[in-house]
């Protein structure tokens, strides 16, 4: 996500970053690659242009050239300039009504039907909600299908009616649905087309007018760059909606949509999907999205994933192990399970400061942990308690089991009881003999 762009902004702030002798005429230099930089990125012209302009006005009214540290503050003036571009603050959703109604529009390949599995399953598990889901594409194939198939996976309920073709119609008899059975939201599923026309939006404005949605959300594919943009503008003449979801952010996205769709429409950006899973939705926040793009991590956001994944009751019970030297192999898994849960390995990387420019060029396999929890399922449960009784008899028959080598074995017995005198040190009093360390290290 961002990465290229990242590079090219971190190329242009370079000279700036540094020590040397900070003019106007490379300040504007700088600024002239930035431009080119977002231009490249797929960031609307006008939009790249009003950006470097601002900066420029800002670091000569606050006499950037003659302050003590003036590549940091001119980094600085970037990133409150990204983060007022994309919106400034994070927004929130609207869920104010009895239902609260939700209508999902966009372009057909958008990932509008999935995203609505997401926000559903978000709603549910984050907001204490009681959702509905409800098919109202009538058009695509295999669409209600598709949505039944996305709410039985996340548990909830979905509202269809085959033998009705009227989109209209099915909507209301959804939220009707949803008051009769005590449901406290619904999200309406509509049909998208492979290119805007006028009966797609007379319909989803029928709908609109029909239902009165507390929230009307646009849901537009992060890759496809300045048309995601494009499209925005057409539906919002339309339906004047009240915010956008951009699905995609973890491929290989360019990034001009999620940096000028707020410029171009005025419209917030409330929620992106960064992965496949249906846990894969973050509320937007610009200012720790500029610090991604500017390659500064998100802290932030990573320890509240960690939160969100952390059980309180199994870490006391293995800080009891660790103290007692028993922490095995079964609780080494569960802790890989929660790692997991946190979300995609290479976006999860890219949260922490310097490291997406450390893994330039590197494939960061979300299957990275698929051969230690083959060796460990390889173990007996015994095994699994006690490490040390771990012969090469039993290695080869592990290795064997797991398809993999006995280096392969070897090696994760050896960061196993690295990570575990790690973890005894903590426990042990030793934190601050850690800290020192590490502090000696700088």
């Given amino acids: 996500m961002f990465d290229n762009l990242s590079e090219k902004l971190d190329k242009a702030l370079h000279v700036l970053k540094g020590h040397g002798q900070i003019t106007e005429i490379n300040v504007a230099e700088t600024l002239k690659e930035v431009r080119r930089a977002l231009l490249d990125a797929d960031v609307n012209f006008k939009t790249a242009k009003e ?48 239902p609260s109604v939700i209508l999902m529009s966009g372009l057909q390949g958008s990932g509008k039907t999935t995203f609505s599995g997401k926000l559903a399953n978000y709603l549910k598990t984050k907001k204490d909600k009681k959702p509905l889901l409800v098919a109202c594409d009538v058009y695509r194939p295999a669409a209600i299908d598709q949505l039944h198939i996305v709410g039985d996976k996340i548990g909830v309920e979905v509202y269809s009616d085959r033998e009705n073709n009227d989109p209209v119609a099915i909507s209301k008899a959804g939220v009707a649905h949803a008051k009769s059975q005590g449901l406290n939201v619904v999200i309406i599923d509509t049909a998208g087309r492979l290119a805007v026309d006028k009966q797609m939006m007379d319909e989803i404005a029928n709908i609109h007018r029909a239902i009165q949605p507390q929230e009307t959300l646009f849901v537009v594919d992060a890759m496809t760059g300045q048309d995601a943009v494009n499209t925005a503008k057409t539906f919002n003449e339309t339906l004047d909606f009240d915010g956008v979801i951009l699905t995609k952010l973890d491929g290989d996205t360019r990034g001009g949509a999620a940096i000028s769709i707020k410029s171009v429409v005025n419209k917030p950006i409330k929620f992106i999907g960064t992965g496949e899973k249906m846990d894969a939705i973050d509320v937007f926040h610009p200012d720790r999205m500029a610090d991604r793009i500017l390659g500064m991590g998100d802290v932030v956001s990573l320890v509240e994933r960690a939160q969100e994944q952390f059980d309180e009751e199994e870490a006391r019970k293995i800080q009891k192990k660790i103290a007692k030297n028993k922490f095995g192999f079964d609780d080494f898994l569960s802790q ?47 095994e699994r308690s006690n490490p040390n009784k771990l012969d090469s008899s039993r290695k080869k028959r592990i290795a064997k089991g797991s398809g993999r080598t006995i280096q392969d074995v070897n090696q994760l017995l050896k960061q196993f009881d690295q990570m575990s005198k790690m973890m005894k040190m903590m426990q042990g009093g030793g934190g601050k003999k850690m800290m020192q360390m590490m502090q000696g290290m700088k």
């Avoid at 003036?77 to 007022?84: F, M, P």
């Avoid at 571009?85 to 869920?95: Q, S």
Wanted: avoid cysteine; charged fraction near 25%.
């Fill in 51 to 98: 950006f470097t302009n601002n900066v420029k006005e800002k670091a000569l009214g606050q006499n950037v050239l003659t302050t003590l540290q003036p590549g940091q503050l001119m980094v600085k003036l970037v990133k409150d300039e990204l983060v007022e571009l994309m919106g400034g603050d994070a927004e929130g959703i609207d869920l104010s009504g009895d």
């Fill in 336 to 382: 890989i399970q929660q790692i997991k849960k946190m979300g995609s390995i290479k976006d999860l990387m890219g949260m922490i400061p310097g490291a997406g420019k450390a893994l330039k060029g590197l494939d960061v396999d979300d299957d990275a942990f698929k051969h230690i929890e083959a060796i460990i399922h390889s173990m007996t449960p015994d």
